[in-house]
């Protein structure tokens, strides 16, 4: 196939996945306002561009975690669209195969999913923390509304004895929580005394509480500011609280090397790594799924029992990856085969078929 068709079917495949990705951003964007808008209308300093401003920073996060579909969705739609025109049986009778013509749009998947990981991951992990500070800021003094289903909780133990830590939000990798309580607790297990801080900074050795309620023996003192001795070291606190989704990929290697030499497992940064790093190939495997069902001759009509196969497929395939990602994250499997596993099975699967197809 030479130069001329490639990149012809290249960038048509570059074309619409660009506007499925636009149409599914604005999308996206109108529900997560909307929702966003309901939630937060009746607090205290709420504007609508404020609403704006949050839901605009979470784009980034949650486009990310559609870019599997988008992938599927626009090779699907390359493919059927090149069929209805008859462009791909003027390509088949002109000698060009369907490993040539479906080699432009792997490319364009392998690319798609190298700028997500690149560039997108990144902006999305800055901006989403911002977008949590913003929420934050806007929900602030709820601290006594903190819930144990609701809150993410540590145990430290010190010399001064054992203080459990909750939070509402966790902010800045783990290194800083809002609305947060500390419960210290005596020898004998038995809290005496609370304190709900509406911002707590870890230092080097102790939390730094700012805009403190301190509960004790039924009075109620407050204070601008106040310290809690730790011996925690700003690693543990962050692979114990801070959401692998929030830290940039370019970041993951150094953690996960600083949180081992300390001892921790890091699985669920390990896990996003190893993820993050074969995304690309899962859009390509996503690519061959969607050729299966989308490049049969458009005088034989799309078979719309195929086409929806194909979309079932690649939800599968999503499934199963987010499964064998949580058995990752355990330490059940090591998370590289809980990445790959998927990946190279979906490959195989379609290059299978498709070779069965086309080359008998």
């Known amino acids: 196939m030479g130069w001329t068709l490639g990149r012809y079917f290249f960038f048509r495949y570059v074309t619409i996945t660009v506007w499925f990705f636009i149409g599914l951003l604005a999308l996206v964007f109108l529900i997560d306002f909307t929702e966003l808008s309901g939630r937060t209308t009746g607090l205290p300093g709420f504007t609508y561009g404020t609403a704006l401003a949050i839901s605009g920073l979470r784009m980034p996060m949650i486009m990310l975690q559609t870019v599997p579909f988008v992938g599927l969705f626009s090779a699907m739609a390359t493919l059927v669209s090149l069929n209805r025109k008859y ?7 002109a000698g060009v195969s369907a490993w040539q013509f479906l080699l432009p749009c792997c490319i364009g998947a392998l690319l798609f999913g190298v700028l997500s990981v690149g560039v997108i991951n990144p902006i999305a992990a800055h901006a989403f923390s911002w977008s949590e500070q913003i929420e934050t800021q806007l929900r602030s003094g709820k601290s006594n509304a903190v819930s ?25 990798q783990g290194l800083e929580m809002a609305d947060a309580v500390f419960f210290v607790l005596s020898p004998q297990g038995d809290i005496i005394e609370r304190k709900d801080a509406a911002h707590a900074f870890l230092r080097d050795g102790y939390w730094e509480l ?14 601008e500011s106040d310290r809690v001795a730790t011996n925690l070291k700003p690693e543990f606190v962050q692979e114990r609280l801070a959401r692998p989704e929030t830290i940039p990929f370019y970041d993951l290697p150094g ?11 890091a699985n669920a940064f390990a896990m996003q790594f190893d993820s993050l790093v074969a995304l690309p190939f899962l859009l390509v495997a996503m690519t ?12 034989m009509g799309q078979s719309a029992t195929m086409i929806l196969g194909g979309v079932l497929a690649g939800f599968l395939l999503y499934v199963v990856s987010v499964l064998v990602k949580a058995f990752g994250v355990a330490g059940f499997v090591p998370t590289a085969v809980a990445a ?18 086309e080359d008998g």
């Open 87 to 93: 462009e791909l049986v003027i390509a088949r009778s």
């Open 148 to 172: 144990a289903d609701a809150a993410p909780w540590i145990r430290q133990k010190t010399s001064a004895g054992d203080t459990i830590i909750g939070a509402r939000s966790i902010l800045n």
């Open 210 to 223: 700012r805009d403190v309620k301190v509960f004790r023996d039924g009075n109620i003192e407050s204070l």
């Open 255 to 265: 953690k996960i090397e600083v949180a081992r030499s300390f001892g921790l497992k």
């Open 288 to 299: 061959l799924i969607a050729a299966t069902v989308s490049m049969r001759f458009a005088r």
């Open 340 to 357: 790959w596993v998927p990946v190279v099975v979906a490959m195989f699967f379609g290059v299978t078929f498709l070779l069965y197809k």
